[in-house]
T-cell receptor, first 118, second 110 residues
């Protein structure tokens, strides 16, 4: 399996621009998570989906952030407009949960997208 | 107060040393516990789960004290390759997300 795939791996943009981060979870996984990591705040959960349905978006910083999961194999995190304080590493993670997981609910992370907003 | 607290370190230890990391969590509803490892500029990866009775995986031993809401990780005979950030992770029951501490940085020195 290719693991969780994220794109782009690096993004440099100017303040005010729209940024779209993409994630392909591991095939068969039914839960998907978006995290943001900074030195100051560590790894923070932004939003997660179960079976493509957003469950908890209380970690999304503000209305500038939005996330979608149109199908089981694709999710996006969008920032519009971007600000310098959004600079961070954004990780997508997936896992299989419920009876199909057979007790093995290991969560796998993608390689992350390093975002720099100038 | 953060839900998971860890000493950020860094812990600088010589090869062969034994080092221990501690972690406390505030949510008594937490049911599952893990240690993740994160190498520099890489994603976090599961190191080991932590069970109530304590568990060992080679040079790594994890322990849980539910009464004190305290988790520990012991690394024996440290290797240079153990240098990384170790993240303490907790989870409530059901299909809920993992909650991460900020991590403890370990540098093993030759």
């Amino acid at each position: 399996d290719a693991g969780v795939i994220q794109s782009p791996r690096h993004e440099v943009t100017e303040m005010g621009q729209e940024v779209t981060l993409r994630c392909k979870p591991i095939s068969g996984h039914n839960s998907l998570f978006w995290y943001r990591q900074t030195m100051m705040r560590g790894l923070e959960l932004l939003i997660y989906f179960n079976n493509n349905v957003p469950i908890d978006d209380s970690g999304m910083p503000e209305d500038r952030f939005s996330a979608k999961m149109p199908n089981a194999s694709f999710s996006t995190l969008k920032i519009q407009p971007s600000e310098p304080r959004d600079s961070a590493v954004y990780f997508c993670a997936s896992r299989q949960t419920g009876s199909l997981a057979g007790g093995q609910e290991t969560q796998y992370f993608g390689p992350g997208t390093r975002l720099l907003v100038l | 107060r953060k839900e998971v607290e860890q000493d950020p370190g860094p812990f600088n230890v010589p090869e062969g040393a034994t080092v221990a990391f501690n972690c406390t969590y505030s949510n008594s509803a937490s049911q599952s516990f893990f240690w993740y490892r994160q190498d520099c500029r890489k994603e976090p990866k599961l190191l080991m789960s932590v069970y109530s009775s304590g568990n060992e995986d080679g040079r790594f031993t994890a322990q849980l004290n539910r009464a004190s809401q305290y988790i520990s990780l012991l690394i024996r005979d440290s290797k240079l390759s153990d240098s990384a950030t170790y993240l303490c992770v907790v989870k409530r029951s059901g299909n809920t997300p993992l909650v991460f501490g900020k991590g403890t940085r370990l540098s093993v020195i030759a």
